[in-house]
């Protein structure tokens, strides 16, 4: 009887440890073996790092050039759920705030390039320029240790918010609601 409680409370130790780390890896996942990154501020305070990326349509998008907008950098993708689960909001969120100063960039993270990400933004109808890192961008914001990481970055080239995880669309309008 002694033994068969020990193995009910093992158990139960066991499957809240199981459920602990299912839900850890729902809310965001590994980048380290995708994308260049060490360590890096988990602040993400300062002046955001500039970069120049291209679309698959060839068009640069330099982010010294969306200064006067508040700029979202996402970083993200194809086969990372939580990325695919945080589109929609990023989109109903881009499109009220657009006309507004707001610019999302989602940058992709993806070691295959194009080849998935062009079927995938046409899929999900995403609006917002999307481009490719090799790791280059990824690392210049400190690396990315898990996707989707977003940077929020101020009408003045600041990074004032970074959020590591799936973000709500409710919690991603909350918090540009201060800068918008």
């Known amino acids: 009887m002694l033994i068969s409680v020990g193995v009910l409370m093992l158990s139960r130790s066991m499957l809240a440890l199981v459920g602990l780390f299912l839900l850890i890896s729902s809310v965001s996942c590994d980048?380290?073996?995708?994308?260049?990154?060490?360590?890096?501020?988990?602040?993400?305070?300062?002046?955001?790092?500039?970069?120049?990326?291209?679309?698959?349509?060839?068009?640069?998008?330099?982010?010294?050039?969306l200064s006067g907008k508040v700029v979202v950098v996402n970083f993200w993708a194809t086969w990372c759920g939580p990325c695919r689960a945080e589109i929609p909001g990023m989109l109903e969120v881009y499109a009220k705030y657009k006309e507004k100063g707001l610019e999302i960039v989602g940058i992709s993270l993806d070691q295959s390039g194009w080849r998935v990400i062009n079927p995938f933004v046409?899929?999900?109808?995403?609006?917002?320029?999307?481009?490719?890192?090799?790791?280059?961008?990824?690392q210049a914001y400190g690396g990315i240790q898990a996707i989707p990481t977003t940077f929020i970055i101020d009408r003045e080239g600041n990074v004032v918010k970074r959020h590591m995880g799936y973000l709500s669309r409710e919690a991603f309008e909350q918090v540009l609601q201060q800068y918008i």
């Open 122 to 138: 046409e899929r999900m109808n995403i609006t917002y320029p999307v481009v490719w890192d090799r790791g280059e961008v990824a």
């Open 31 to 65: 980048a380290r073996e995708h994308a260049a990154g060490g360590g890096g501020s988990a602040s993400g305070k300062g002046n955001a790092p500039n970069f120049v990326l291209t679309t698959s349509s060839g068009k640069e998008i330099e982010l010294q050039k």
